[in-house]
């Protein structure tokens, strides 16, 4: 059984930065590839950023390239998720998730299939 905890989120003026962390307790963390998730007010759950198992390979969405970057440290069972140039659209709950199956990381950020573990969530609020 794996455990995650996201924390960081928070309001924040367009423009600014936030770093969410995702803790993970419970199984070992490199088992799993990890990915952010979002959902707005009205909109679906959509994939943010996702990575491997041992930080290779990354996907981003179109919307938050450039923006936004994920990483993680396995010695320290964390995942991040920096947020550059944050704008008013990014207000969201942010999630972060894990899935063990072997599916390229863009696969589990399109369609969300496989995920085993979701976090809780945590609010980032982008308002002037």
């Known amino acids: 059984q794996l455990q995650l905890g996201e924390s960081g989120g928070g309001l924040v003026q367009p423009g600014g930065s936030l770093k969410l962390s995702c803790a993970a307790s419970?199984?070992?963390?490199?088992?799993?590839?990890i990915g952010w998730f979002r959902q707005a007010p009205g909109k679906e759950r959509e994939g943010v950023s996702c990575i491997d198992n041992n930080g290779a390979s990354t996907y981003t969405a179109d919307s938050v390239k450039g923006r936004f970057t994920i990483s993680r440290d396995n010695t320290k069972n964390k995942v991040y998720l920096q947020m550059d140039s944050l704008k008013p659209e990014d207000t969201a709950v942010y999630y972060c998730?894990?899935?063990?199956?072997?599916?390229?990381?863009?696969?589990?950020?399109?369609?969300?299939?496989?995920?085993?573990?979701w976090g809780q969530g945590t609010q980032v609020t982008v308002s002037s």
């Open positions: 998730a894990a899935t063990s199956i072997l599916h390229p990381v863009q696969a589990m950020c399109a369609t969300q299939l496989g995920i085993n573990y």
């Open positions: 419970g199984l070992g963390l490199d088992y799993y590839k």
